[in-house]
């Protein structure tokens, strides 16, 4: 999908580079048993692009996208014996003193678009569709906050890699070429203590996160006592390269409930990448000295999926083999 087209017709679903948005909702469903229910997850799936259109076309400019991950076990159900390398469930971690939960899910939907109203109005339709085969486990509305800052006031998204360097750091490319043009999703509802972390000074919270709070400028912690959130969520390859995640982290809350929270959102070509950024943030570098921010936020839910491209996910839907795609290494071409 070329970026300017979005000018003139609907996102295709599954574009995993659609833009970041001012309204989204984090869908998580899980398939009940039977052949009836799954038969009707494929159904509605296979129906996903047409769904995007059929409700984005209202609006062009509020940019509906819709990505679907698929879990660990229902690729099983829907593919037995071909899956993406690296899926599993997510892995809960026991840091000390913070946890990580894994919790179901056996379907993500994240729907973003410029209007709240059309994100509600796909949910709508996409849950009238699957009707009694899915049950709800997570749904969160999330919304832009000012620049873009999460509700511990820090601008939450700048590190994010752009233009090419997106389909290299959340696509998968040749190294599994039956899934090129997929990508691994990790997704975690965290809540924040918001009076706790207000008691902090700003100072301090900025070392915590590893950026300056108005004007949002990196800070050199090389030297600091404790690594940033920044630091311990930067990834270095054993032959030195760094690996970037592409996020797309929403506040969300209900401040009559003193719920504030952020729904955090990782993409990536490679699993291991976000699980070796929470083994960092959860276990500490050096071992006990984990992420501070965790000291304030803590989170509810932590699961993982995989969001084939487009044509696989179409596959998936007809009950089709998973045939080995012609992507060129940038997974891009299996988006066509
Ligand atoms: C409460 C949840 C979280 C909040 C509020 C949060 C907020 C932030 C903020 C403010 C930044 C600095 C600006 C930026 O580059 O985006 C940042 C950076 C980053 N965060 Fe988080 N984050 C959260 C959870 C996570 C988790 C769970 C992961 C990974 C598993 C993660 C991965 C990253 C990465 C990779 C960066 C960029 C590091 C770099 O500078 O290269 N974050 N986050």
Redesign the pocket.
Do not use: C, W
């Given at each position: 999908m070329a970026g300017n087209s979005w000018e003139r017709v609907p996102i295709d679903a599954q574009s995993i580079e659609a833009p970041l948005s001012h309204a989204a909702i984090f869908l998580v469903l899980c398939v009940a048993d039977g052949a009836d229910a799954l038969n009707k997850a494929r159904s509605v799936l296979g129906g996903l692009d047409d769904l995007v259109k059929t409700v984005g076309f209202r609006d062009l400019s509020a940019r509906l996208s819709c990505i679907a991950g698929i879990g660990s076990d229902l690729w099983d159900r829907l593919a037995p014996g071909a899956r993406p390398h690296e899926l599993k469930p997510f892995t809960p971690i026991a840091g000390n003193p913070h946890h990580a939960p894994a919790t179901p899910g056996d379907l993500l939907f994240h729907i973003r678009a410029e209007r709240p109203d059309i994100c509600f109005e796909f949910e709508r339709i996409l849950l009238q569709s699957f009707g009694s085969s899915v049950t709800t486990a997570d749904e969160v509305t999330g919304f832009r906050y000012f620049d873009a800052r999460?509700?511990?006031g820090?601008?939450?998204?700048?590190?994010?890699p752009d233009g090419k360097d997106i389909a290299d750091s959340a696509l998968v490319g040749e190294e599994d070429a039956p899934f090129a043009g997929g990508s691994y999703v990790?997704v975690?509802k965290?809540l924040?203590n918001l009076d706790g972390w207000g008691s902090v000074p700003t100072p301090e919270q900025e070392a915590i996160?590893?950026?300056t709070k108005i004007d949002?400028i990196?800070l050199d912690d090389d030297d600091a006592p404790r690594k940033s959130?920044?630091?311990l969520?930067?990834?270095v390859d054993t032959d030195g390269t760094?690996r970037?995640?592409l996020?797309d982290?929403m506040p969300f809350g209900r401040a009559g409930h003193g719920e504030y929270g952020?729904y955090?959102i990782?993409y990536s070509r490679r699993l291991w990448v976000?699980e070796k950024?929470?083994e960092r943030?959860y276990v500490g570098d050096p071992v006990g000295s984990y992420d501070r921010?965790l000291d304030f936020?803590t989170?509810h839910t932590g699961t993982t999926f995989f969001a084939p491209s487009r044509r696989t996910l179409q596959a998936l839907a007809d009950g089709s083999p998973l045939a080995a795609s012609s992507a060129d290494g940038s997974g891009s071409t299996d988006n066509d």
């Open positions: 999460d509700l511990l820090f601008v939450d998204g700048t590190a994010n990790v975690q965290y924040h996160i590893g950026r949002n990196e959130h920044k630091s969520a930067t990834i760094e970037d995640i996020r982290n952020t955090f990782g976000i950024m929470l943030m921010l936020s989170p």
